[in-house]
């Protein structure tokens, strides 16, 4: 099993940027999808990106393509999320997923693999 561990997070104004990284470790990520999820407070889980291996082709929730960038480094073992412009509505904490098949993309379940989350909270 793959652990997964996201960080990059922290206390951020509107407006600005974050680098999200998810760092896998034990072994590779499962080269299916890897995903970005976020969950705030009160509210269920949300797919944010994700980015196929083998492809390396990206998918984004319609409300955030114009805003986040998903990439991947195979090097580090590493997948990023580029925050920009952010909202307080972006506020929640953000999970790193992962799984070695490559549909369906924006449901959690059928990720095998999660990391513990890192909260970012983006103040007015």
């Known amino acids: 099993q793959v652990q997964l561990l996201e960080s990059g997070g922290g206390l951020v104004q509107a407006g600005d940027s974050l680098r999200l990284s998810c760092v896998a470790s034990g072994r590779t990520f499962n080269r299916g999808i890897t995903a970005w999820f976020r969950q705030a407070p009160g509210k269920e889980r949300e797919f944010v990106a994700a980015i196929r291996w083998n492809t390396t082709s990206t998918f984004y929730a319609d409300s955030l393509k114009d805003r986040f960038t998903i990439s991947k480094d195979n090097v580090k073992n590493t997948v990023y999320l580029q925050m920009n412009s952010l909202k307080s509505e972006d506020t929640a904490v953000y999970h790193c997923?992962?799984?070695?098949?490559?549909?369906?993309?924006?449901?959690?379940?059928?990720?095998?693999?999660w990391g513990p989350g890192t909260q970012i909270t983006v103040s007015l």
């Open positions: 997923a992962d799984k070695s098949t490559y549909y369906p993309r924006s449901y959690s379940s059928g990720y095998t693999d």
